[in-house]
């Protein structure tokens, strides 16, 4: 275990420093913004809303129910596991100059994994993705920019993000199954 999180430690490193720019720091904070919860359950609102009513009427509550019990996946397994964010796990070594953290947003320091915002945007994506089957890779897309844009950002290393994910992908599907078989009518 201690390798698999010297490995993740190391590639948020070689991630957070290797794509830092000053001017791709406006749209990794728009990405992170994205993955706030309130505000994927706002945007898609209102996209459904005026794409189409009846998918709106059809599928939003289910989606907003995946991504919340997927949050509260998250939120459980923070509060068991409680690891320490870049920046506090990093803090010795960069108040020694011998690592620096691009950091954008607000310099959080508790309770990393998983990410939420990554899990947020998967379940948002993944549902999306089931619903429109043909534009599945631009749902998945955006999400992946999220879990990038949390590392980018210095609040998430990739194991937070690649679990974050998961914990999505999992809810959305298992919901969205249970809705489509809800939905069915029953054979007597």
């Known amino acids: 275990m201690n390798q698999i999180i010297a490995l993740d430690k190391s590639l948020f490193l070689w991630i957070n420093n290797h794509l830092a720019s000053t001017w791709l720091d406006p749209l990794f904070y728009l990405l992170n913004w994205l993955g706030n919860g309130w505000i994927l359950a706002l945007l898609t609102a209102i996209g459904l809303w005026f794409l ?90 955006l999400a992946a920019l999220v879990g990038l844009a949390r590392i980018y950002a210095g609040v998430h290393y990739p194991l937070d993000v690649f679990c974050g994910a998961i914990i999505g992908i999992s809810g959305s599907i298992l919901i969205y199954r249970w809705r489509e078989r809800s939905a069915q009518p029953k054979a007597n």
């Open 52 to 141: 189409d009513p009846k998918v709106f009427k059809k599928y939003w509550f289910w989606m907003m129910l995946s991504m919340l019990l997927s949050g509260l996946v998250v939120v459980s397994l923070k509060s068991l596991i409680g690891r320490p964010r870049p920046l506090a796990a990093f803090a010795p070594l960069i108040s020694a100059g011998k690592v620096h953290i691009h950091n954008i947003g607000p310099a959080l320091k508790s309770r990393s994994f998983p990410s939420g915002h990554t899990q947020s945007a998967f379940a948002i994506g993944t549902y999306l993705a089931l619903i429109f089957r043909r534009r599945w890779f631009i749902f998945i897309a």
